[in-house]
């Protein structure tokens, strides 16, 4: 499809267990962003790419949170060791590199029990 | 640091009824980027607009209006004659100049709009 793709759409882990989620951007688009949203809350940003490098890192909450995009377009958010406090919709967006608007995707719900 | 205040948590009109949904920022920077983002219940958000700090121009597009006032640090929205698919949660957000589309958000405004 065209727009931001997120696997998977749900996911439900226990405690302690470790989670991928998976982000393919927009074909072309260099910027890529992580966003973790909490119910009746705003986006919070986590991450961004610029190509394959992590351009700001600095809203990964702890070290059990990781990200990589080794080729410069699909995104793996990683997290060990879930915790309760991770259950959230987690939100991948793309830009090109000379523009304001992101194009989000739908989202990756994950529940931690 | 910056902040987005929207203090509406939730708005219920009738259609065709006007609706604001207020937006209060708080930055030192002079120069940014303000946002406004609906999100359906499909969850995806959905870009509306972004304004820049130094154009104030109000600006309009088609039922949707929004109107910026740097002095009072406010970027409302407003849609004429709402319509039952305007339904959604509507977000405002701020980005400062560099660092990317790092955008920092209000806790957003439900809308519901029925017939």
């Known amino acids: 499809g065209a727009g931001v793709s997120q696997t998977p759409s749900n996911k439900v882990t226990e405690k302690g267990k470790y989670v991928e989620l998976r982000c393919d951007p927009i074909?072309?688009?260099?910027?890529l962003y992580w966003y973790r949203q909490s119910l009746g809350q705003g986006p919070e940003f986590l991450i961004y790419f610029q190509g394959t490098g992590a351009a700001d890192d600095s809203g990964l909450p702890n070290d059990r949170f990781f990200a990589v995009r080794p080729e410069g377009s699909v995104s793996t958010l990683k997290i060990q060791r879930t915790e309760r406090g991770d259950s959230a919709v987690y939100l991948c967006?793309?830009?090109?590199?000379?523009?304001?608007?992101?194009?989000f995707g739908e989202g990756s719900r994950l529940t931690v029990l | 640091a910056q902040k987005v205040t929207q203090a509406q948590t939730e708005i219920s009109v009738v259609e065709k009824e006007d609706v604001t949904l207020d937006c209060v920022y708080e930055t030192r920077d002079t120069t940014y980027y303000l946002f406004w983002y609906k999100q359906p219940p499909s969850g995806e958000l959905v870009f509306l607009i972004r304004?820049?700090?130094?154009?104030?121009q109000n600006e309009i597009s088609g039922r949707y209006s929004w109107n910026f006032q740097k002095s009072t640090s406010s970027f409302n929205f407003t849609i004429t004659a709402s319509q039952v698919v305007d339904s959604a949660v509507y977000f405002c957000a701020l980005k400062l100049t560099g660092g990317g589309n790092k955008l920092t958000f209000g806790t957003g405004t439900q809308l519901k709009v029925e017939l």
């Open positions: 304004r820049n700090s130094f154009d104030e």
């Open positions: 967006a793309s830009s090109t590199r000379s523009t304001g608007e992101l194009f």
């Open positions: 074909s072309g688009h260099t910027a």
